[in-house]
């Protein structure tokens, strides 16, 4: 599974203006809820939800809010940049700057995973991160992540 197969260019956000977590999450919602016609607030209410279950922050500058939604089509991803940082709540206490939301139908258990995982990986690498974060624009960005994907 490669993260391109979910993540469209159009649903990079390469500067988030939210100030706290729940703005930034109604702000990755936004395009998926307008390419796939699927209720933003629905999206929305389910990474919230997560959100109260503990932070997805994993550190090192990067979340990954997730979810499942019933009906969906199949795995939706945005990824959105945030020049300042947030408070996510992240497990190192540290500001969040890499946002990766990730909705998975109900049912898919495993996708669901493996999708995490794989995502996991590649934002472990501290030069991946620094080279998103430095990143001219959303176009940049999406082919960061592209020829990241393609390493693994």
């Given at each position: 599974?490669?993260?391109?197969?979910?993540?469209?260019?159009?649903?990079?956000?390469?500067?988030?203006?939210?100030?706290?977590?729940?703005?930034?999450l109604a702000e990755l919602r936004r395009p998926l809820a307008?390419?796939?016609?699927?209720?933003?607030?629905?999206?929305?209410?389910t990474l919230l939800e997560r959100?109260?279950?503990?932070?997805?922050?994993?550190?090192?500058?990067?979340?990954?809010?997730?979810?499942?939604?019933?009906?969906?089509?199949?795995?939706?991803?945005?990824?959105?940049?945030?020049?300042?940082?947030?408070?996510?709540?992240?497990?190192?206490?540290?500001p969040t700057f890499l946002f990766f939301a990730l909705f998975a139908p109900e049912n898919s258990a495993g996708a669901h995973l493996k999708a995490l995982a794989r995502i996991s990986r590649i934002f472990k690498s501290a030069t991946f991160r620094e080279a998103i974060l430095h990143a001219a624009d959303a176009g940049e960005i999406y082919r960061l992540?592209?020829?990241e994907d393609g390493k693994y």
């Open positions: 599974m490669k993260i391109v197969e979910f993540l469209r260019p159009e649903a990079v956000l390469a500067s988030l203006s939210g100030q706290t977590a729940p703005s930034v307008a390419a796939h016609r699927v209720d933003g607030q629905r999206l929305l209410d959100e109260k279950l503990g932070s997805t922050g994993i550190g090192e500058g990067v979340a990954i809010p997730h979810g499942k939604v019933a009906g969906l089509p199949g795995l939706l991803a945005s990824f959105g940049r945030h020049a300042q940082g947030v408070d996510f709540r992240a497990i190192d206490g540290k992540i592209e020829a």
